[in-house]
């Protein structure tokens, strides 16, 4: 079993910053891939940004140049940096592990809102 919990989330005006944050705890050793998504309102869960094998990364076309995705191994976190962020960003993110074995975790989600 593979524990996610997200912080960070919170209200933040166009072009505002945010920093979110995943603690992985339990069988951090199976996890292959570690990433984030996000689901806006009558939309689909979407990727976001995520590791995979090891040490690289795949963001969405949306995000990139404007999102870092980073990692630290010794404290089982993930972090999502948001810049310049946009209207359109505003969505609930979830933090989202798969195993080897194929397994899929999800955290509860932040919310992510940006205003006008």
């Known amino acids: 079993q593979v524990q996610l919990v997200e912080s960070g989330g919170g209200l933040v005006q166009a072009g505002g910053s945010l920093t979110l944050s995943c603690a992985a705890s339990g069988s951090t050793f199976r996890i292959n891939v570690i990433g984030w998504y996000r689901q806006a309102p009558g939309k689909q869960r979407e990727l976001v940004a995520a590791?995979?094998?090891?040490?690289?990364?795949n963001y969405a076309d949306a995000v990139k140049g404007r999102f870092t995705i980073s990692r630290d191994t010794a404290k089982n976190t993930v972090t999502l940096q948001l810049n310049s962020l946009k209207p359109e960003d505003t969505a609930v993110y979830y933090c989202?592990?798969?195993?080897?074995?194929?397994?899929?975790?999800w955290g509860q989600g932040t919310q992510v809102t940006v205003s006008s």
């Open positions: 590791f995979t094998s090891g040490t690289w990364t």
């Open positions: 989202k592990a798969v195993t080897r074995f194929g397994t899929d975790y």
